[in-house]
């Protein structure tokens, strides 16, 4: 008797090819047109840059990535970034205190709004974004309340009208500079990925973050694990905020603020990268890769300021649509 000829399905779908490499396609696309309209954006000392730049984004989108993890959203991260880098600051310059204790205290504070925001979303079952939103401008007023509202730096006038008499510590002022900066996002990154990819506790992160109900009748502690989730998200954005100080120097009301959309942008953009259909590490790099290709080729060309945010948010659009055709 003879076999039915069984119809093979085609081995090529384009929409999951664009899914899993569309990004990337779009990056190598970006390399290429930037680079014809300025030989010099491919250089090395504009690489650099653009690695440099995606730095601090790209810590802060980390945090995110884990927050994403457990099905959850931090939207405080920005103003998180912003409270470290007005702490971290003013403990060198109000108080003269060591590089680590001014790091471990811009860290203990971002690590109370995470146990704080761990609490309301976990014990009082507020809704992740709504809680994060309101804790955002909580901690906008309480970082403009600490500094009085005025750019903290070197040798600022004081309230009493005599002069801050503390320095910025010259190993702490290395942090922002390269090669420094740059290995710091790369360890953060490689280290999130290992920890959420080939350990127990980052693959639980997955498990609630995919159906929270059977995480938790299949034995596993759903609540500690959103408290380390929200923790760790805390943590990378007081780390963003502590790099940004030692690059800037200073402590600028809000600073952390314009990271938040950047960062929101890369986590989501990273979700389809390599078909992952997750938040990942690496895909949030890539999605931070993404965003600073863009925003330093068109400073190159010369795009008026006005106009780059209309190209940004576009192609930024059409990243998100690549992944999510697939992903839904």
């Not at 840059?49 to 884990?66: K, P, Q």
Request: some cysteine.
């Amino acid at each position: 008797m003879a076999t039915p000829e069984v119809k093979q399905p085609s081995s090529f779908d384009f929409f999951r090819f664009l899914y899993k490499y569309g990004t990337l396609i779009l990056i190598v696309l970006l390399l290429i047109g930037f680079s014809v309209a300025n030989p010099a954006f491919l250089q090395a000392s504009n690489i650099v840059t653009i690695l440099r730049s995606i730095s601090i984004v790209t810590i802060i989108a980390i945090g995110i990535t884990i927050s994403l993890s457990v099905g959850g959203f931090d939207l405080s991260v920005g103003s998180v970034a912003s409270l470290s880098n007005a702490v971290v600051i003013s403990m060198f310059v109000w108080y003269s205190q060591t590089p680590l204790i001014a790091i471990g205290a811009a860290i203990a504070a971002a690590l109370i709004v995470g146990a704080f925001n761990a609490f309301m979303i976990v014990k009082i079952r507020i809704p992740d974004l709504l809680l994060t939103l309101a804790v955002m401008f909580i901690i906008q007023g309480v970082a403009l309340t600490y500094t009085r509202g005025a750019t903290i730096s070197e040798n600022m006038i004081m309230p009493d009208g005599s002069y801050a008499e503390g320095t910025m510590s010259p190993i702490f002022a290395k942090l922002g500079q390269v090669p420094y900066i740059i290995i710091i996002m790369l360890v953060c990154v490689v280290a999130v990925h290992v920890f959420l990819t080939y350990t127990k506790h980052g693959r639980s992160l997955y498990i609630i973050g995919g159906n929270e109900e059977a995480a938790r009748l299949s034995g596993i502690a759903v609540n500690k694990y959103k408290v380390i989730a929200y923790l760790l998200s805390a943590f990378f954005a007081a780390l963003g905020g502590i790099i940004l100080a030692s690059r800037v120097m200073t402590a600028e009301i809000n600073a952390g603020g314009p990271y938040l959309m950047d960062a929101v942008a890369a986590a989501f953009i990273g979700f389809a990268v390599f078909g992952a259909g997750k938040p990942n590490a690496i895909g949030t790099f890539v999605g931070a890769i993404l965003i600073g290709i863009l925003a330093n080729g068109l400073v190159m060309m010369s795009v008026p300021y006005y106009a780059m945010d209309i190209v940004k948010g576009t192609v930024l659009a059409l990243a998100l649509a690549i992944t999510y055709y697939k992903y839904k």
